[in-house]
C-alpha cells in the first residue's frame, strides 16, 4: 500500500512537471506569435458616402460582408477624409501630411488658381516605402492617381502593382475597362488585366488579384497590401442581376434609388468579402489588421446617391463631402462591435500604421507628419486624442467652372475645432460673394442653420486659427486676379 502511495506520489509529480512545461511552451509561443509583425491589409474605396453602407444606414444598398466586418471591427462614426476630392485625400495617406502641406489642394490642374503642383513629390517617403525598408512585402492594386510615369508605385515603395493607371478612374467598369471616348481611351485602360474576358468587373478582378496576393505570402515575412478600389467612382456600372434586384428593392421612399450604383456598391462589398474570406483560408486572419474606409464623401450629382443626414457631397467642404465610413479590424487588440467617437482623419493613417507594424520609418520624414498615432483607441475606444483643430483647403480647377456652379464647386477653407466648424468661401469669376458660415456640429450636424453673425467672436478666434495653420503648412495661396485672368 505504501509503495502504491509513493509511486501516485511520482506519478502526480511527473504530471505536474508536464503541466509545467507545456505551460511554459505555450507561453514561449504565444510571446512568439505577439512578437510577430502583423500583416496590414489597407482597403480604400473610392467615392464611397457616409451612408452608402447597410450598417451606416443605407436604405436600399445591400453590403452583408462590410456588415459582418463592422461586427468583428471598431467603427469610427466621425472619422473624415482629408480631402473632400480623391487626389489630394490619396496624397495625405501616402505621406501622412495635409494636402495643402504638399501644395494639394485641388483634384486637378488649377491653371492659375493658386500655386501648387497636386503630384506625390519624390522628396516624400510614402507608408509604402517606410513599411518596405523594414521588411515588409508590398503591394499596390488598383487606383493611384497621385502621379504619372516613372513615379509609380514601383518606384514609390510597392514590391507589386497591379491595375494602377495615372488616371482618375476607369473608362469602363466592364472589360476591357476603356473609355469609348477617344481622347480618353489610352489614358483611362486599366492594365495588367489582359487576360479578363467581356462581361468580367473590374471591382471582381480587383478583389480576385487582392486574393492573389494574399496566397502567396507565407508566415517568413509581413505584408502590405494597399488595394485601392476604383469603385464608387464613375462611370457608373454594375451586372444586369444586381441592377434588376435593386430596380425591384427601390421604390418611391427610398432616398438613395440609384440601382446601377447599389449594384456597384454590391460589387464592392463581394470583393471585400472575396478577400476577408481569402485571408481566413491561408491562415492569416489572425495576423492580419484590416482597415476598411473611402477616400472622400459620396457623389450626390445626378442623383448617384445621398449622404444623408449630412449635407452636400464629394467636392464639397460639408461634412457630406468629407465624412466616410471607417472600420478597423486587429485580431486581438480591437473590440468586435465596439464605437470609438473620436475624430480621425485621413493623414493619421500613416503614423498609425507605422506603430501598428512596429516600424520607425524615415526620420526626417516623419517631422513633418501632421497625422496622430491612434492605436489607443484601437485598445480602448473610450480614450481620447490630444485636443487639435482639423483643416480643410480647397480651391477648384478652372475647367470646372464650366460646370453648374453647386457646393462642390466653390473655393473654400475649413476648420473643426471642438464642436464648431467655420468655412471661408472665396470670391470667385461668376460674382460669387466671398462670405463665411459657422455650423455647431454638436447640435446641427445637418449643417443647417448658420451662426456667423450670431457668434462673431468665434468666427474671428477660427479664423485666426486658419490663418496660423496656413503659415505652418506654406499652404498654397488663393490669387483671385490671376483667376480672373485665367478664366477669361
Known amino acids: 500500500m505504501v509503495k502504491k502511495i509513493v509511486l501516485l506520489n511520482k506519478e502526480i509529480k511527473s504530471i505536474h512537471v ?4 507545456l505551460c511554459f511552451f505555450v507561453s514561449i509561443v504565444n510571446r512568439a506569435q505577439s512578437s510577430e509583425k502583423p500583416n496590414i491589409v489597407f482597403i480604400f474605396a473610392d467615392d464611397l458616402g457616409f451612408a452608402d453602407l447597410g450598417f451606416t444606414g443605407s436604405d436600399s444598398h445591400l453590403t452583408p460582408n462590410l456588415d459582418k466586418l463592422r461586427k468583428e471591427s471598431v ?13 489630394p485625400s490619396r496624397l495625405s495617406l501616402m505621406t501622412g501630411k495635409y494636402p ?17 503642383d497636386n503630384s506625390l513629390p519624390w522628396s516624400e517617403v510614402t507608408i509604402g516605402q517606410a513599411l518596405q525598408n523594414d521588411g515588409y512585402y508590398t503591394g499596390h492594386i488598383g487606383k493611384w492617381h497621385i502621379s504619372k510615369g516613372d513615379n509609380n508605385p514601383h518606384t514609390r515603395g510597392f514590391d507589386e502593382d497591379v491595375a494602377s493607371n495615372d488616371f482618375c478612374c476607369p473608362g469602363n467598369y466592364f472589360y476591357p475597362y476603356e473609355s469609348d471616348k477617344e481622347w480618353q481611351k489610352e489614358m483611362s485602360k486599366i492594365p495588367d488585366l489582359e487576360d479578363r474576358k467581356p462581361g468580367d468587373h473590374l471591382t471582381d478582378a480587383l478583389g480576385e488579384e487582392a486574393v492573389k496576393f494574399i496566397s502567396k505570402q507565407s508566415n517568413k515575412k509581413p505584408f502590405f497590401l494597399n488595394l485601392s478600389f476604383y469603385a464608387v467612382h464613375t462611370p457608373l456600372a454594375a451586372n444586369k442581376e444586381k441592377v434588376k434586384k435593386y430596380k425591384a428593392l427601390i421604390n418611391k421612399n427610398t432616398r438613395q434609388n440609384n440601382a ?12 471585400v468579402g472575396n478577400v476577408l474570406k481569402a485571408l481566413k483560408e491561408h491562415g492569416f486572419d489572425k495576423n492580419t489588421v484590416v482597415i476598411f474606409t ?7 450629382t445626378h442623383g448617384i ?12 467642404s460639408y461634412e457630406g463631402g468629407i465624412r466616410v465610413p471607417l472600420l478597423v479590424k486587429w485580431p486581438g487588440v480591437t473590440k468586435k462591435g465596439s464605437v470609438c467617437k473620436e475624430r480621425i482623419i485621413g493623414f493619421d493613417y500613416y503614423p ?5 507594424a512596429g516600424v520607425k520609418g524615415d526620420a526626417n520624414h516623419n517631422k513633418h507628419v501632421d497625422g496622430l498615432d491612434f492605436t489607443s483607441l484601437l485598445k480602448n475606444p473610450h480614450k481620447k486624442l490630444k485636443k487639435r483643430d482639423l483643416h480643410w483647403l480647397k480651391y477648384i480647377s478652372l475647367i470646372h467652372l464650366k460646370y453648374p456652379v453647386a457646393d462642390r464647386n466653390r473655393c473654400v477653407e475649413t476648420v473643426i475645432s471642438g464642436d464648431w466648424k467655420l468655412m471661408q468661401f472665396f470670391q470667385m469669376p461668376d460674382n460669387y460673394s466671398g462670405h463665411f458660415e459657422l455650423y455647431n456640429l454638436k447640435k446641427d450636424p445637418s449643417e443647417t442653420t448658420n451662426l456667423a453673425s450670431k457668434y462673431p467672436k468665434k468666427v474671428k478666434k477660427l479664423y485666426k486659427s486658419m490663418r496660423n495653420w496656413e503659415k505652418e503648412v506654406d499652404a498654397p495661396v488663393y490669387d483671385m486676379e490671376k483667376f ?5
Open 18 to 21: 508536464f503541466l509545467f512545461m
Open 260 to 271: 446601377v450604383y447599389a449594384g456597384l456598391v454590391e460589387h464592392l462589398d463581394d470583393a
Open 305 to 316: 446617391t445621398d449622404n444623408y443626414p449630412l449635407r452636400a457631397g464629394k467636392g464639397s
Open 352 to 356: 498609425t500604421l507605422l506603430e501598428i
Open 294 to 300: 473611402s477616400d472622400n464623401g459620396g457623389e450626390i
Open 484 to 488: 480672373y485672368g485665367a478664366a477669361q
Open 75 to 87: 467603427y469610427f462614426d466621425n472619422a473624415y477624409s482629408s480631402h473632400p476630392t480623391c487626389l
Open 100 to 116: 495643402a502641406r504638399i501644395g494639394a489642394v485641388s483634384h486637378g490642374k488649377l491653371g492659375g488658381v493658386a500655386s501648387g
